[in-house]
């Protein structure tokens, strides 16, 4: 069986409920009052039913454990692969980060050997290549979510939490989500969500897919993106668009910054 954390709600009410059963029948109120002497005092077909039950729920309940575990280790594997991917985008940024230094401030040693910098070095170009550095940090903690509907008294936080649930992820810690552009009749905003960890914005990014298969299947998200990786990526969805209308055969999706495709089944 497919395990989902309903599954362990479902499991808990059972087991509940089957206990509240043996403490009716054996006229007690609580465990502590459950003893050889109120079991010895049932038929031998109560004690039959409550046996049979019992077994029942241990297969069910050891299945649905069994695939807890499929599960668990389905998740570790995921985490290990999130984590080297958080690794080799840090790379990336700390080699964009050496060639902005490379290309703006020169080296020191060029400033040594000319006594002057073929561009001066300026407060205002280091808080700039700071301030560059931060945003790609902040928008590595960010992502949008598209095509929620936008409802008055709403609050964007509890989508964010449902939409992690809907993929089977316990919701993270939200630093901040709302609703960004112009507010249109007829029409709903995309939601602009930051958590507190790379990995936490990552893992739901990669698992979007999956909405599809819920009741959210009109609901997409997207990583927070530049003005450049905007138009980048704009540019590789009309380029898609266009390979639609020429082969509809196949279907087409963006990946690793370049339009894939395959078969239909």
């Not at 290990?80 to 790379?91: P, S, V």
């Amino acid at each position: 069986m497919d395990f989902s954390v309903q599954s362990l709600h479902t499991m808990e009410s059972e087991l509940s409920e089957e206990l509240r059963t043996v403490l009716k029948t054996a006229k007690v109120t609580s465990t502590m009052e459950l003893n050889e002497n109120s079991l010895m005092k049932l038929s031998k077909n109560c004690l039959t039913d409550i046996t049979l039950r019992l077994v029942s729920l241990y297969e069910k309940n050891l299945n649905t454990c069994k695939s807890a575990a499929v599960k668990i280790d389905q998740l570790k594997t995921e985490q290990i692969e999130n984590q080297k991917k958080l690794m080799e985008i840090k790379d990336m940024k700390i080699d964009s980060v050496q060639q902005a230094v490379k290309t703006e401030l020169k080296t020191w040693a060029d400033v040594a050997q000319n006594g002057i910098a073929s561009k001066p070095i300026t407060t205002k170009i280091v808080k700039e290549a700071v301030r560059s550095v931060n945003d790609e940090e902040r928008r590595s903690r960010c992502f949008l979510i598209h095509g929620v509907e936008e409802k008055d008294g709403e609050i964007p936080f509890q989508i964010v939490q449902n939409v992690y649930r809907k993929l089977d992820f316990n919701p993270p810690n939200i630093v901040d989500s709302y609703r960004i552009g112009r507010k249109t009749p007829g029409k709903s905003r995309s939601i602009k969500v930051e958590v507190e960890h790379p990995t936490d914005a990552l893992v739901l990014l990669k698992n979007a897919g999956k909405l599809k298969s819920t009741d959210m299947s009109s609901v997409y998200l997207s990583p927070d993106r530049n003005k450049q990786e905007q138009a980048a990526h704009s540019k590789l969805v009309a380029e898609m668009r266009t390979m639609i209308k020429e082969d509809p055969s196949k279907f087409y999706f963006i990946r690793n910054n370049k339009v894939n495709f395959i078969d239909k089944k």
